[in-house]
């Protein structure tokens, strides 16, 4: 039998965010944009958790989480 595919998503803390956009610069989907100086979703069924915003940010403002809450 397969493993069951782990689904993850994309988590935002503003509070870490100091906007420098290297998140939004590095989507190849396109699925980011700054939204008054804090990363957010431009489209969120672009994302496909690639992760590369994750790896890229500097304040570990960005990052992703497995479906069921609980952290990678």
Partial sequence: MAAPAITKKLVFK?????GCGICV?????????LNNGKAAFANAEKCT????CELRCPDYAV???????CER
């Fill in 25 to 33: 610069a590095f989507c190849p989907r396109e699925a980011l944009i």
């Fill in 63 to 69: 990052y992703l989480v497995k479906e069921d809450g």
């Fill in 49 to 52: 958790a690639c992760g590369q």
């Fill in 14 to 18: 503003p509070e870490w965010c100091k």
